[in-house]
């Protein structure tokens, strides 16, 4: 399974930015896995969950942080998973990591994902 993330980039303090991520394998198609999430992390500081989608939409988790600002969301026809920021702050400069597993019953452990991308560079001015 490969991940790629698409979508970041510098945007001023305020504004919104969406992530788009695609998961193919070996033969090139697309398709969605049970669980997919974003991580990011920041310079010196530890991966941190950022959201995750059970089964293409079914339900929806977030952290503290982007709660309200963040909504992530699954194009289940194209194999798209989106993460729409918005509201955007210094504090959400990080790089942002698209994972991918099986039916994991907790989500917001970078260390039970199975497969991950390596990564879009979100900056935001201030």
């Known amino acids: 399974v490969q991940l790629q993330a698409f979508g970041g980039g510098l945007v001023q303090a305020g504004g919104s930015l969406r992530l788009s991520c695609v998961a193919s394998g070996s033969s090139g198609r697309t398709f969605s896995l049970p669980t997919m999430g974003w991580f990011r992390q920041a310079p010196g500081k530890e991966r941190e969950f950022v959201a995750a989608?059970?089964?293409?939409?079914?339900?929806?988790e977030y952290g503290d942080s982007v709660k309200g600002r963040f909504t992530i969301s699954s194009d289940n026809a194209k194999n798209i998973l989106y993460l729409q920021m918005d509201s955007l702050s210094s504090e959400d400069t990080a790089i942002y990591y698209c994972a991918a597993d099986g039916g994991l019953r907790a989500v917001k452990r970078a260390d039970d994902y199975s497969y991950w991308g390596p990564g879009t560079q979100v900056t935001v001015s201030s």
């Open positions: 989608i059970r089964w293409g939409g079914r339900s929806t």
